[in-house]
Structures are given as C-alpha cells and as structure tokens.
C-alpha cells in the first residue's frame, strides 16, 4: 500500500472530465489538452501537469497517456508547437507504469512469504539445524542432532562408523562449551589451561545396533561421569530422532595429559572442582568388556598392512592424530571379504600411545570364530586389531565384532 499511494501522490489517477458539451466522459487514462506555457521570467524548469506528450519522438508517432510533459519557459519560444528533439528526457519510461509493477512483485513476494511462514512444519525437520545443541535434564545432559550428509556415508549407503564417532566427539566438546568450562584449548577447561593439561582417552566401548542411512537425522545424548580417583567417564546414547530408535551407545573413560610433557597427571582439585558440579551419579550405558585383548605380532596376525602416515588434517589443536583416525588405521588390514558382507557391531579399544605427524604405522588384524577363507558365508566374526609404531611400541589395542548384513542393505558390486 505504501508504494501505491506513492505513485498516486505523483501521478493523478484517472478521473472523469467535462466535454464542450457538458458531458461527463470517463476515461480511462488521464489525457489533458495542451496549453501553452506559462511565462515565467526565471527561466527555470517547471512541471506542467496539463501537457500534451509530443506526438512524435524521433520521427514516429507515438500515443502516451498519462504522459506528463516537462518545458522550460522561454518568453521567445514555444515548445509545445515544435517537434520534441531526442533528449534524454523524453526517451524516459512511464514511471508511474514502472512503479506499479513494482509494487505488485512486492505484494506478491510478501503474500508468498506469508503463506510460506504458515506452512505445517514436519515432524523430522531439525528445530535448530545451525545451532549448537541444548543442555537437558536438570542441565546434567548435553543433546545434539545431525542430520547425516551424503559424504558420511559408506559403499553399503548406510553411515560409516568414523561418521558415528565423530558425532560422538563433537558432541563431547560442544557440551564443555556449552557448560562455559571450555578454555583455550581443545575440550580444557579453564584451569586446566593454566596448567597445561588435555583430556586424553584411554578406553573405548561402542556397540551399533543400527546403523543411520543418508537424510536421517539422529539424535545424540551425552553426559560426564566419575571414573576412579583421577578419571573421566563420558557416556552417549544415540537415537533415530523421528522414531526415537536407539542407535548407537558408547561409554569411555579420560584421564589428564600434561601437553609439555606428554605425561599422564593426577587430576588438580582446581579443575575437580570446575567439572563434578556436572558430573552424573549412574551406571556406565554399557556394562564394562572386561575380557583381555589379545597382542598381537607378525606372526599372531592374519592381515598386515603397513606404511600408514598421519597427514596434516589428521592433526587436532593438541598436536596429535585425532583418535577417530585410529579407528580407520585398524580397519585398513581388516578383510575386504568381511567388511563386504558383514557391519561393525561392537568394538572395544585401548588407547596406549599417542603418535604425531612424523608416526609410521603398521594395522594387524586376526580373525577369529571362523576361518579366514569363508569370512563371506560366515555369520558373526569376532577380530582381534593391533595399531602400533614401525619400533614396535602399541598405539591401539583393539577387538571387533561384526554381524552378517541383511540383503537390503549390502551393495551390489556388480551394479
């Protein structure tokens, strides 16, 4: 409405006229006769609102009602009985034609909007797509979703377990954050900068009993615990977020590093205090594997694959490999046969060493349970997974289970 009643303050709407006659006419644009201009000794331009437009421009003859016709007032000449030369002036569209159309893009661009806004909103659309998660029940427990992207995803379409436990860390940072105790560092809080101190993780537990596929989107609990005297426990439950299917769930335990001496520390009452007010007074979210994991060496192993390198991008702000990348070094020497057939379902790692971007690594992996020439018939296959240094030092102990994959979701190679 606004930009109408602009265009009608600067252009007169069409209105009914007399004839010689009397007559009332109505037209259906404004068309004023001609009059001469007025005198005027400033020689100034000056708006005639009844002009007649030229009735020819360049030539030719034109028709432009509702034109309005712009001269200047000489005492010597009159314009309005000479042929309009080609000026800049009158080769100017119809404004108030310009103005309309304007008008009606806006009015149909907020009519769009509204109806836009007013649409019914799924119920498997993320509330906050962008935002950093929330802090839930009685502010103990951190929540966060993700919507699983195209390049998260394996050969057999379903979400890789690397995509798996990234959400897990970034969860795992994001609730220090949003707790206010993230410092500058890489998940430290305050305190434990000023001492120098990181979160290094020593044990891991994980068991998927469903995989996520491409445009899911999961929703991932997480929550801190004691773990002994001087250590950490952090839990997460992963779920389906429009079914409320349980997912994933994985427990682990942290303990302090001092990040210039690359030695474990006691936990300092100073950052005890900073971190119990969140921790959580319950049982681990899986009961603890306390079975050994087999070493292994050249001669133990059914798979060795080595030369393995860090690169740059494996690095995190602490200097070291990132320990999801752990996990993709010791399913390099597992089987392709099984990983074609069969799906991660459970894994246990021991986390020994850290290594740095100048590490070269060896992946060992004995199968158990089966024998290795029918892992693709087999049903479920237990392997035993050893990461370690070209000197011999372990980096990563470890034990998988996997289970056979339904006909729907393994991947026709042929195709």
Excluded at 24 to 35: D, E, P, Q, R, V
Excluded at 89 to 116: C, G, Y
Excluded at 382 to 403: F, I, N, P, Y
Aim: charged share 25%.
């Amino acid at each position: 409405m606004v930009a109408t009643s602009a265009t009608s303050s600067f252009f007169p709407l069409p209105s009914s006229s007399l004839d010689p006659n009397g007559k009332t006419n109505k037209a259906t644009s404004t068309n004023f006769s001609g009059l001469n201009p007025t005198p005027n000794s400033s020689g100034r331009l000056k708006v005639k609102p009844n002009a007649q437009a030229p009735s020819k421009i360049n030539g030719k003859k034109v028709s432009l009602p509702g034109s309005v016709h712009i001269v200047k007032t000489d005492n010597n000449h009159d314009l309005s009985q000479q042929n309009a030369p080609r000026t800049f002036i009158n080769q100017l569209p119809d404004w108030s034609m310009l103005l309309a159309a304007i008008t009606t893009v806006f009015l149909a661009a907020e009519k769009q909007w509204m109806m836009l806004d007013t649409k019914p909103r799924r119920s498997d659309m993320i509330m906050d797509p962008f935002g950093l998660g929330r802090i839930v029940q009685d502010g103990l427990v951190y929540r966060q979703n993700f919507d699983i992207r195209s390049y998260e995803i394996g050969a057999d379409r379903s979400a890789s377990i690397e995509t798996v436990m990234n959400h897990l860390q970034e969860t795992a940072l994001n609730h220090v954050k949003s707790a206010g105790l993230l410092g500058d560092g890489f998940g430290s809080t305050p305190e434990m900068v000023k001492k120098n101190l990181i979160w290094v993780v020593t044990r891991m537990q994980v068991v998927v009993d469903k995989y996520p596929t491409w445009g899911d989107v999961v929703e991932v609990d997480t929550w801190v615990s004691k773990s002994g005297k001087n250590g950490m426990r952090r839990d997460w439950l992963v779920r389906d977020c429009n079914t409320g299917e349980i997912l994933t769930r994985a427990s682990s335990v942290w303990v302090m590093m001092n990040k210039v001496t690359r030695k474990l520390s006691k936990l300092p009452e100073e950052v005890r205090g900073e971190i119990e007010p969140y921790f959580v007074n319950s049982d681990p979210i899986l009961a603890e594997d306390s079975r050994k994991l087999t070493k292994l060496d050249d001669k133990t192993a059914d798979y060795v694959r080595s030369g393995l390198t860090p690169r740059w991008s494996d690095l995190d702000v602490n200097q070291h490999v990132n320990n999801v990348k752990y996990i993709g070094w010791i399913l390099e020497s597992a089987p392709v046969e099984m990983m074609e057939k069969h799906k991660l379902k459970s894994m246990t790692l021991e986390y020994r060493r850290e290594c740095g971007r100048d590490s070269v690594l060896q992946s060992l992996t004995a199968v158990s349970g089966c024998d290795v020439g029918s892992l693709g018939t087999a049903g479920e296959v237990e392997c035993q997974h050893l990461l370690r240094l070209q000197d011999g030092a372990e980096v990563v102990k470890g034990r998988t289970v996997w289970s056979s994959k339904t006909p729907s979701t393994t991947w026709d190679t042929t195709s």
